[in-house]
């Protein structure tokens, strides 16, 4: 036997070795099986981009709605504080 020959059976049981160890381990996988995985994850990405733009519209209708919102509550705040600051003039006048 000459080493060429080892090298070359060596090689296949090595390469054999891999595949069986690729199948055991769930890496290599029929292409029926990884088509519909695929087809899962284009599923699930057009879900995520659908609601990532729900959530966009959403976003921008807060944004609208506080930009309203802001300036009443400012005014509140000023028309409280001046209500306080003549209520506690007329407690310091009596």
Same mark, same amino acid.
């Given at each position: 036997m000459n080493w060429v020959q080892i090298?070359?059976?060596?090689?296949?049981?090595?390469?054999?070795a891999v595949f069986v160890?690729?199948?055991?381990?769930?890496?290599?996988?029929?292409?029926?099986?990884?088509?519909?995985?695929?087809?899962?994850?284009?599923? /699930?990405?057009?879900?995520?981009? =659908?609601?990532?733009? /729900?959530?966009?519209?959403?976003?921008?209708?807060?944004?609208?709605?506080?930009?309203?919102?802001?300036?009443?509550? =400012?005014?509140?705040?000023?028309?409280? =504080?001046?209500?306080?600051?003549?209520?506690?003039?007329? =407690?310091?006048?009596?």
């Amino acid at each position: 036997m000459n080493w060429v020959q080892i090298g070359v059976n060596g090689g296949a049981v090595g390469l054999l070795a891999v595949f069986v160890t690729a199948i055991l381990r769930g890496l290599l996988v029929p292409r029926s099986q990884v088509e519909v995985l695929i087809a899962i994850h284009k599923e /699930r990405a057009e879900d995520y981009k =659908e609601a990532y733009i /729900r959530v966009d519209a959403r976003n921008d209708e807060q944004a609208r709605q506080l930009g309203i919102l802001i300036p009443l509550a =400012e005014t509140s705040a000023r028309a409280l =504080e001046a209500i306080r600051s003549r209520t506690q003039d007329r =407690e310091t006048a009596t």
